[in-house]
């Protein structure tokens, strides 16, 4: 994974910015707001392809 450079800006701590980040990405190193996207437009692929689900190996729905 690529590293995470975080700086402290105006009127914020070392402390609260790692925070913010790390509230901003619980699940990944991704924003939630850019993995959700990702999740929506797999799944919009999947729906317009005509498949069962979100992915590569996604099977055609019967």
Known sequence: MAEVYV???H???LDD???RILDL????RLPETTHAADL???????THRGTTQPGR????AP
């Open 40 to 46: 929506l437009s797999r799944i919009t692929l999947a």
């Open 7 to 9: 700086s402290v800006g």
């Open 25 to 28: 990405c619980p699940r990944s």
């Open 17 to 19: 910015a790692c925070q």
């Open 11 to 13: 009127r914020t701590n």
């Open 57 to 60: 190996n996604a099977e055609p």
